[in-house]
């Protein structure tokens, strides 16, 4: 028997101007333990997503898992997969790129396969794109694309400056990606384009040399604007936290808003009601697994 225990970060994506692109780890966990057995699936999920999510074959981190064993050329032993699961569902924290990323991690520790690009384009997959898996693979903070339209997933993970003191401020509402991408238009205009490219380079230099530059540097004009309707209360935190000199991002596809405050403290003169404050460090290393 083989017992696996994996520990996968949540993540926040497009850290404004970064659409599909950028990604930091976060310092909030899921636990998973995987066990082989003789037959059969057993899974067992406790806190976000308990009574939620399938508990059979439909589960993602089984899928994720299998799609990985199965890369490997292997058949997948029967399991006991155990989830305790923090990361809220649903609110732009990149919980399903975390539990696709546990799975492929799982089912690489149980196939002998390292955790590489590879591994990365498996879980990107499930998503169609890989900002959130390459950050909860790898930690840091990322750089993803995609060779080609249909190519491997890649990513580049680069060191975030170490004074970024992250705050995401989650409401109760949930908002899936899904829907969300649903109000996205086929084409923007050219200034538009040429605005998010400028500030997703300038993000990058922000988020790793000049946090000095972080306001100007998270504004986004390509998803946030025809996303809002789903969150309105979300874009006005957004919107005040940065009127008060906050950078400030809707985290992923929302519902939850991604702040970065001097020394990690929001200014008490911004209305925040009705969203929960959650100051959380970066993760550096990316999902653990450990053979017990
Ligand atoms: N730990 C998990 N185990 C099983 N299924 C999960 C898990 N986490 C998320 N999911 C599935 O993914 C859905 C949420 O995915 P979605 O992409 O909409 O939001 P998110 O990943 O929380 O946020 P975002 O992608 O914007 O950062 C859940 O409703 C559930 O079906
Ligand atoms: N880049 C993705 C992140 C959410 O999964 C989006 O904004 O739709």
Known sequence: MTRLRVTVPASTANLGSGF???????????????????????IEVEGAGAGEVPTDD????????RAAVEAAGESVPGLVIRCANTIPHSRGLGSSAAAVVAGVAAGCALVGRPLDERALDLAARFEGHADNAAASLFGGLVVAWRDGDTGPFRAARLEPHDTLSPVVLVPATESTTAVTRGLLPERVPLSDAAFALGRAALAVTALTSRPDLLLPAIDDRLHQPYRAAAWPATMAVVTALRAAGVPAAVSGAGPSVLAFPEAGVLPESVEVAGFA??????DPTGVRVVIE
Do not use: I, N, S, Y
């Not at 404050?277 to 970066?282: I, T, W």
């Open 20 to 42: 599909d692109a950028l990604g930091l780890a976060l310092d909030w966990h899921d636990v998973v333990t995987v066990e082989t057995a003789p037959a059969g699936l057993v």
């Open 58 to 65: 439909g589960h993602l981190l089984f899928r994720a898992l």
């Open 277 to 282: 404050v959650h100051p959380v460090a970066v």
